[in-house]
Nanobody, 122 residues
């Protein structure tokens, strides 16, 4: 299982970024994908998740109305469009998926990709 996150960077508050998660090594079209973030000293936070077909999504309250998750099953890629970014969105963002044993879980936890740093300046 490989999950490659990209698209992070430095942006001013109010700006936008689009993260991508390129997946390989598993049956992408049958797998939910999640985005989590972590900041040193803070709990890991589930940001957004999307079901295998894209019809069901989850957003943390802290990002509702600002972030949009989507997926392209023809490209084995999930996207996280982040608008109206705030300094508190600063974190390392990870994409995740699950082993087939946990296929029913919307927000996966079994496999984690590399992280991509998002830094929002005030």
């Amino acid at each position: 299982v490989q999950l490659q996150a990209s698209g992070g960077g430095l942006v001013q508050a109010g700006g936008s970024l689009r993260l991508s998660c390129a997946a390989s090594g598993f049956n992408f079209g049958y797998s939910a994908i999640g985005w989590f973030r972590q900041t040193p000293g803070k709990e890991r936070e589930g940001v957004s998740c999307i079901s295998s077909g894209g019809g069901t999504t989850y957003y943390a309250d802290s990002v509702k109305g600002r972030f949009t998750i989507s997926r392209d099953n023809t490209k084995n890629t999930v996207y996280l469009q982040m608008n109206s970014l705030k300094p508190e969105d600063t974190a390392v963002y990870y994409c995740t998926t699950d082993h087939s044993l946990h296929r029913g879980r919307l927000c996966p936890l079994d496999y984690w990709g590399n992280g991509t740093q998002v830094t929002v300046s005030s």
